[in-house]
């Protein structure tokens, strides 16, 4: 039995009536569904907490009129905008591949959410390959963006697609050989599995363990998902400043508003493995504050990692392209083999 | 496997909601159609040609060696599953494995095809054979 259909039948108890596919069916559309609400919520959010952040970094106010108080319905008006926008497709567009990139992005970013485990039982399906699944379908918004820059027929989205494309695959690998550290004491990808492993109080959590290999590990990790999600200092692909936009420069109303959606909830994956994988995921630091969900301190510590990632925005400058590929393949990626051959040495002495 | 049915859900519906809200947003948005707005955006000025064209992609090496190190990749993850298991045995085989990538790594390293501005070959022995 899945953690999440027990969870879903502990709920409604009627459920166990009904036929076994039709059961699933209905309760993954349903989680489907509030997932999607979740993504939606947390790019709102995520979008006035990003501007107010900017904007009290740079000694601003940022918005303040809409809806009151200190413009909490700033992002929602937006989203009402982009609905209402004019879609616009340039004439000499690829169509197919135009409309078809958003569907990618967006829907790749979504299936990531099925693997993440938001407490004991709920995690939409407990994959035992899952840390493996959410690596290669993340992987999948590289053929999204390089799909829209090239059937844009826009110079400057062709430059950022090719520029996402380098970016993200060279980047995948630190990522992969980050987290394969961990895997190796573990012994297992499932993201439950993983996350249990851990139980105990804060000095038990991956990123304390054979210190301090795996904090390095998971600095490695972070540096790299930043890279992963195009943000600062690695947002050559978008950079507005040179590129008017990179890869969406041609997308305007909705399509826009899923590029935007699906890299915001990037940026909420990427922050969610790692609290997954090296910060506890759903558990409590210490004994005492085990009274508090899990699903609390999950979001909590996610939304921490989202945090820094705006906060490194308005610290760091973007790097220049080659300075880009020199930390991939000359920094990061040396030094997580060295991690895993060093953590390889540990445990086999 | 419920689990991978979960995930084929997660797709189709993922897919279902962005086209549903697309075709939304087509019956809501005003159309005020003419042909300019339909130019792709190049700062104001008319494109000058296509965007299709053939340009130094640079870094090209990189993705040929990003095929090699994610095959590594996938290699490795069943292997850390069962180091626990497995010991001294995995760990010097594995060595063995990602001694002969890491090779492949410093020779394009040394090669300069991670670099922007790729080292000139030194071709002293054409040169002496040229009789310069």
Known sequence: ?349 | MIGFYTVLLFILTGAFLVSFTVALSRFLAPTKDYPEKHIPYECGELPQGEAWIQFNNRFYIVALIFLIFDVEVIFMYPWAVVFNDMGLLAFIEMFIFIFILLVGLAYVWVKGDLDWIKPKPRLEHLAKAKGE
């Open chain 1, 1 to 349: 039995m899945e953690p999440l259909f027990q969870f879903f039948n502990n709920l409604f108890p009627f459920i166990s009536d009904w036929p076994e596919w039709l059961a699933h069916t209905v309760v993954g559309v349903v989680t489907v569904l509030l997932l999607f609400g979740f993504v939606a919520l947390f790019a709102l959010f995520a979008i006035w907490l990003e501007r107010k952040i900017s904007a009290h970094m740079q000694d601003r106010l940022g918005p303040m009129e809409v809806g009151g108080w200190h413009g909490w319905a700033q992002p929602i008006a937006d989203a009402i905008k982009l609905l209402v926008k004019e879609d616009i497709i340039p004439a000499m567009a690829d169509r197919t591949l135009f409309k078809l990139a958003p569907v990618i992005v967006f829907t790749a970013a979504l299936a990531g959410f099925a693997v993440l485990p938001w407490s004991q039982d709920f995690i939409p399906a407990d994959l035992n390959v899952g840390l493996l699944y959410i690596l290669s379908v993340s992987s999948f918004a590289v053929i999204g963006l390089l799909m829209g820059g090239w059937a844009s027929n826009n110079k400057w989205s062709l430059y950022g697609a090719m520029r996402a494309a380098s970016q993200m695959i060279s980047y995948e690998i630190p990522v992969a050989l980050a987290l394969l550290a961990v895997i190796m004491n573990a012994g297992t990808m499932s993201m439950r599995h993983l996350v249990i492993a851990q139980s105990g109080n804060i000095l038990d959590w991956n990123v304390f363990n054979f210190f301090p290999l795996t904090a390095v590990a998971f600095f490695i990790y972070f540096v790299a998902s930043l890279a992963e999600v195009n943000r600062t200092p690695f947002d050559l692909p978008e950079g507005e400043s040179e590129l008017v936009g990179g890869f969406h420069t041609e997308y305007s109303s909705m399509r826009f508003a899923f590029f935007f959606l699906g890299e915001y909830a990037n940026m909420y994956i990427v922050s969610a493995i790692a609290t997954t994988v090296f910060l506890g995921g759903w558990l409590a630091p210490f004994e005492a504050l085990n009274f508090i969900p899990g699903p609390i301190w999950f979001v909590g510590k996610a939304m921490t990692l989202v945090f820094i990632q705006m906060w490194l925005r308005w610290t760091l400058p973007r790097l220049r392209v080659d300075q880009l590929m020199y930390t991939c393949w000359k920094v990061l990626t040396p030094f997580s083999f060295a991690i895993i051959l060093l953590i390889g040495l540990w445990k086999v002495l």
